[in-house]
């Protein structure tokens, strides 16, 4: 069987959002896509910050009081810390997979949104590192290519060339 083949009836790699495949082996731009991808989601994070800002100030010229001013802040600064570590995670390891963590997921939706700072900011420590998730994809590739090959191996040969060791001929 040719490399070619073996590569075609092989697990194939799960694409990373930016990167496609080229976390495989490191190809095709890898580390400008990963500065890239660092230097904009550093970026979009600035801009987010200093939109929150604009309506902070919207607060303060409202003149709505201090504790409202106090909760707003301290809202997002929570919901971007749950944000930051929620991404973190997924980076590491998959959510598990059932109904329970489903719903969580749906009630998650709108704090991810307001902690959207957190999100970007640990999409940027990331790519200092490796793509977002590269880690994750590269031990669920490997583990797919060694029980691939230990399939391949383990069916090599004519099983009807085989010798059978045991058994007589009977005349």
């Known amino acids: 069987m040719s490399d070619e083949h073996q590569a075609a ?13 080229t976390w495989v082996d490191h190809s095709d731009g890898y580390a400008l896509r990963r500065a890239g991808v660092a230097a904009g989601s550093l ?9 929150l800002r604009l309506g902070y100030e919207g607060l303060a010229i409202a003149n709505v009081g201090g504790v409202v001013n106090a909760m707003v802040v301290i809202g997002f600064a929570v919901c971007s810390a749950i944000a930051f570590r929620r991404t973190w995670e ?13 719903a969580a997921e749906r009630s998650m939706h709108s704090l991810m949104m307001i902690g959207f700072i957190g999100t970007l900011l640990a999409y940027f420590f990331r790519c200092l590192v490796e793509a977002p998730g590269e880690k994750l ?12 090959e230990r399939r391949r191996t383990t069916r090599t040969g004519n099983p009807a060339a085989r010798t059978r060791k045991g058994r007589r001929k009977h005349p």
């Open 43 to 51: 970026a979009a994070a600035a801009a987010g910050a200093f939109l």
């Open 9 to 21: 009836s092989g697990p194939r790699p799960e694409p990373i959002r930016f990167f496609g495949t």
């Open 137 to 148: 994809h590269r031990a669920e590739y490997e583990e797919a290519r060694t029980r691939h």
């Open 90 to 102: 997924r980076f590491v390891r998959r959510p598990d997979a059932g109904a329970r963590d489903e």
